[in-house]
Each structure stands twice: as C-alpha cells, then as structure tokens.
C-alpha cells in the first residue's frame, strides 16, 4: 500500500504515514517502479536474506574457518524462523543482514596490523562498516545494540590483537590517539548518512511517525500487557522451531571456551546484548527474534568445525584432547551423531515449509465475497477505509495515505484518534469502511458508532461487516452533469474508469468500465427505483446495459434519506466486436415493477433518459 500511494504521487511522511526509517521504503519503491508487482518485492526479500547468509558466512569463517562460515550459512538458509521473513515484504532481516555486515567490516579493519600500508585499508574498512550500520538503522531500528558491539570490536582489537599476546602498537608508539581517530571516523560514517538521508523528507513528520510512534506504542504496550510471559512465550517457540541453531549454538560457546576460540568473548557480547535487545522491545514480536539467528549460527559453525578438527586428528592420531583419547573419541562421536540427527530431521522440514509457503500468499476463502463485493460497487482507485491491509491491497482499491498503516502499535498508542479517523473519512469521501481485523473497532470503538450512522449499507460475510453507501457524500463527480428526475432525485454527474481523460477520450472493444453516479434524494422516496443504463450507437440501438439497483440492492432508494447524496458504481462491458465509432450512454430511473420510467425535466432524449458521452470506441 506504501507502494501504491507513492506511485500515486504522495510525498513519504508529510502525506504517506511510514512507520519505518527512510531507506527501506526508498529501497522497495525503486523495485516497484521496475517491476510493480508482488513478485519483484518477494525476489528482492530473497536477495537480501541472501545478502545477509553471505555476511555471516565471511564472518563465521572469519573467526573459526570455512568449515564454520559453511555451516554457519546452513543454519541459516534452513531455519524455519527465517523462511517466511525471508519472503514477506518485512525490513526485519534486511536491517540483520547490514548490521552483520557492518560487524565483520569492523571485525576485518580491527584486525588489520597496524603498518603505514595497511592503515589506508583499515580505514576503508571502517568508513564500509559505518555505512552498513548506518544502512541498518534507517532500514529497521533493530539492532542499535551494534552501536556498542562495534566499539567493543575495535577496542578488543586494539589492546588484544591475535591471540591477546600483546597490544600491536602504531609506529610512533601511541595507543590511544589512533584508536580513538578509527571510533571517530567509523561514528562519522555512521552518522552523516542518517543526517543527509533524513534531512531530505520532513524531519518533523519523519520523527514523529518513526520514533514517537514507537515509543508511545511502547509506553502503551507496558501498561497493556505483562512485561515477561510473552517474552517466555515467544522464547519457547523459537527454541522449538529452530531447535538445530539453539542447540549447535549453545554447543560452540562451550567449544569457543573449551578451544579458547579467538573472539569468543566478543560473539557472546554479540548474543548478549541482542538478548538484551529482545528483553527491553516492547511490544514483542516473534519476528523480532531474527536478530539471533546470526550469532546463533556463527557459533553453530564454531561447534562444527571443532568436532570436524577432533574427527580428522582422532583419525589421524594426531589430536591429543585433555580430557583423554577414551572420552574425547565419545564426545565426538555423540556430537556427529547429534549433528547428522538435527540435520536429517532440520533440512527437510525446511524444505517442506519452503515448499508449502513459496506460493504467492490469495486471498482467504471467507474473504473472497468480500472482495467480489469490493469490486462491484467501488470503481478502481476508489477510497477504502480498512485495519486489514491484506484486503485492502488485494481489493486493488486505494486508502488515504495517512492510513497507509492501521497497525495495533499505532492504534494503541494513541497515535490515530477517533476525530482524526473520521476527517480523513470525510475528506476523501471514503464509501466504504472494512474495520474487519477488530482494530479499529477495538481502539476506536466511537469511530464505528459514527460508521453505523453515516453509512446506509452494510454486507455481512463470514464474522465481519463491510459498511458502503456514505450519506451526504461530497459530489466529486469526474463530469459534472445536473439533472432533476421528477423533483425527486437530483443526478449531480458522472465518472467513467478508466477515465477519458487518460486514455485519450477513447476505448477500446471489449473493455469493462466503471460508472460512477452521484445521486441526491429530494424527499424520502416511498419507491425502490432501478437505474438503467444503456450503450447505444448512432441508430438508438442498445448494444449493452448494466440495469440494477443501487449496492446490488442493498441499498434502495426508499432508504435514501431527504437530501442524502449517494454515490454508486455499477460495470459496463463494451461488447468485443464492437465498431469504432461514437456512441453514448443513456442513464435513467425506472420502477422494476412495471417499468415506468421516473420523469425527467427539460428532457431532450425524448424517453426520460440522460444522455451521457459521447463515448469513442478505437
């Protein structure tokens, strides 16, 4: 929907309401304008999470070898908490995948030897992985914790280079006058790309919907819910879902101890403050706890890549284990038992899960009505108000772009008022609301008091409630026309979809058009009148017709109120063998019972009809 809206020419922020920093939807509206579909920002979600398995595979091998960076990498692709972010159009992991980056880039210019020529390299390194820090925390604020990591890199680096024998020194012999130049020009990097990005939209609007947004939903989310079961709760699932990485994780701390691993403190910094990350993120989600894969799997590829180096010296003779031949034969043999267990039971049902959720996501079957009504009473681009955005993107209809996001945390926190709810509403002439994921009826339960007044209409499907046909609408008609039925009804113009206007004031055979047409009742009407419409040729002959009654009857003209604007669609089909020409279309109101037509004044078709068009066939 964010993609739509900005399509459709609305300004990020100021106009469209975006709850994440800036680069991310920069990042996924250049795909749309390449390829605008659901498809592309799948294919880009998959690149990016491949991105990020190359990231921790160069890091793994960076600190245990490539036999770590391997299956480090594995882990990864097959874990059941990744499949599905890893094709849903989320910035969870994208902002993963540049944090890890940034982490190694830092990791490989911290360990860099301080000699004149390499001091160049070193600082590429930095500038690199400020810029992929940087990138992370305007995709996703999720791991600001890698502010601290990093720092902690550099200063380990410093003072314990290797294998911590000695502190490497620059070559005029001072220590800490260069390394704080590297923490500068690495928080430089970071800094000046967030500034120069979020300087070029409305800081105000950008702060408040990023930042202000969250923590109010935080402050919200503290008072509305336990602080600890849903952590627990949450914990537990990823444990059982990726039971393989929890366990080989756990394993390589105690191998990076046991091998005294070089970096082994600094990756149980890493898992440390991202579980820090999760203890203090409220509201909690599941899809938060991506920001363990990574270290999980790093030191998955540490606790393999011990037993692969125990296996080959057991075979070669050559691996004296402390602990003695006898137990250490054992251990090993349990841990590739343990591995070729997790792995014949992991892999596969990975591949089930992808298999099973790699189809492109359709509609729910109890929501297909729903949509089939959407599409036949509101024209393409017409206003939805609706908390579900699956249904409203799947509806192809537009919502107003301060509602390009009805999240829960918004909700909430108090961020969308009920008055605010209701202006937009009203300024957009929304015609229909599907409050259907009980959000805004939960949060604004005033909102849909006011929806039940001020719509006439309401269609029940499954265990939800579509409202339509608002009272009073503001008459936008795309071709003002005024025309006084009987003193009865007022006919105040009309709108063809596809507009003329865009396809040159022509048609084409074949096509389906919406005609919108805006009605006004003078008295309260005591008859259920049907409209006609009819396409005719220069021989008055009727070459198709959409006769029906307004919202498919739902909403009859006997309910209009006195004064009541109505606004209603009914679909034309242009026959397919229809000739190029002019033709118009006449527009009328009848009794169904006995097919009287309601009288037109200052009538100039001679049968009670307006002519509408002339209407150009190519």
């Known amino acids: 929907m964010w993609l739509r809206l900005l ?6 922020y100021s106009e469209v309401y975006i709850t ?9 509206n250049a795909v749309w304008q390449l390829w605008p579909t659901e498809a592309a920002q799948r294919w880009f979600s998959v690149l990016y999470t491949l991105f990020g398995v190359v990231g921790i595979a160069l890091l793994a091998r960076q600190v245990a070898g490539t ?4 299956v480090a990498a594995m882990l990864t692709l097959f874990s059941p908490v990744l499949l599905e972010p890893s094709r849903a159009i989320l910035a969870e992991f994208p902002s993963v995948a540049w944090s890890v980056w940034a982490i190694w880039l830092a990791w490989q210019g911290a360990a860099t030897r301080r000699v004149n020529e390499s001091i160049m390299r070193q600082r590429i390194l930095l500038i690199l992985s400020g810029l992929c820090l940087s990138a992370s925390l305007l995709t996703k604020l999720l791991s600001p914790f890698v502010l601290i990591l990093i720092p902690l890199i550099l200063i380990a680096h410093w003072y314990h280079p290797g294998n911590a ?5 620059p070559s005029n012999g001072g220590r800490l006058p260069p390394l704080l130049l590297n923490l500068f020009i690495w928080g430089l990097a970071v800094l000046l790309p967030t500034l120069v990005l979020i300087s070029a939209f409305n800081i105000n609007s950008l702060v408040r919907q990023v930042v202000a947004q969250r923590l109010e939903a935080r402050a919200a989310s503290v008072e509305a819910e336990p602080f600890w079961p849903p952590r627990y709760e949450r914990a537990v699932m990823f444990v059982q879902e990726d039971a393989a990485l929890v366990i080989l994780g756990v394993i390589g701390i105690g191998a990076a101890w046991v091998r005294r691993q070089q970096g082994r403190w600094l990756l149980l910094a890493w898992l440390v403050l991202a579980l820090g990350m999760l203890a203090v993120h409220n509201p909690i989600r599941y899809k938060h706890y991506l920001i363990l894969i990574p270290p999980l799997a790093v030191f998955g590829g540490i606790a393999v890549a011990h037993w692969s180096l125990a296996f080959r010296g057991l075979q070669s003779k050559t691996y004296v284990p ?13 841990g590739l038992m343990l591995l070729i267990e997790l792995f014949a039971w992991h892999v596969p049902a990975a591949l089930a899960l992808w298999r099973e959720r790699a189809a492109m996501p359709q509609p729910p079957t109890d929501e297909a009505e729903a949509l089939a009504f959407i599409e036949a009473v509101t024209a393409p681009g017409d206003c939805l108000i609706s908390d579900d955005m699956p249904l409203l993107y799947w509806s192809g209809r537009m919502t107003p772009p301060e509602l390009a996001e009805v999240s829960t945390n918004r909700l909430e926190s108090g961020a969308l008022t009920t008055p ?34 001020t719509y006439l209409g309401r269609f029940h499907y499954a265990e939800d409630d579509l409202y339509f046909a608002k009272v009073n609408t503001d008459p936008r008609p795309a071709t003002p026309l005024q025309a006084d039925f009987d003193g009865q009804i007022i006919f105040h113009g009309y709108t063809l979809t596809p507009s003329l206007a865009k396809t040159g004031g022509a048609v084409s055979p074949g096509e389906r058009m919406a005609l919108t047409l805006v009605w006004q009742a003078q008295t309260q009407l005591d008859t259920d009148y049907a409209v006609f419409v009819q396409l005719r040729n220069a021989a008055n002959t009727i070459l198709a017709s959409a006769d029906h009654q307004p919202y498919q009857g739902l909403v009859p003209t006997s309910t209009w109120p006195a ?7 009914t679909w034309l089909s242009l026959p397919p063998d229809l000739p190029p020409g002019r033709y118009n279309i006449y527009v009328g109101l009848y009794r169904p019972d006995n097919l009287e037509r309601l009288p037109l004044r200052n009538d100039t078709s001679g049968e009670n009809a307006l002519i509408l068009g002339p209407l150009v066939v190519q």
């Open 7 to 12: 399509s459709a020419g609305y300004q990020p």
């Open 20 to 28: 994440y920093p800036p680069l991310y939807p920069l990042a996924i």
């Open 67 to 70: 036999v770590a960076g391997l």
């Open 165 to 169: 024998s000695s502190p490497h020194l």
């Open 322 to 334: 402390q602990m003695g031949s006898r137990k250490s034969k054992i251990i090993v043999l349990v």
């Open 420 to 453: 605010e709810l209701i202006t937009l509403t009203d300024r957009d002439d929304c015609q229909l609301v599907a409050a259907v994921s009980n959000r805004i009826p939960q949060y604004l339960p005033d909102y849909m008091d006011w929806v039940k007044q």
């Open 563 to 569: 004064g009541g604007i109505i606004q209603e669609v």
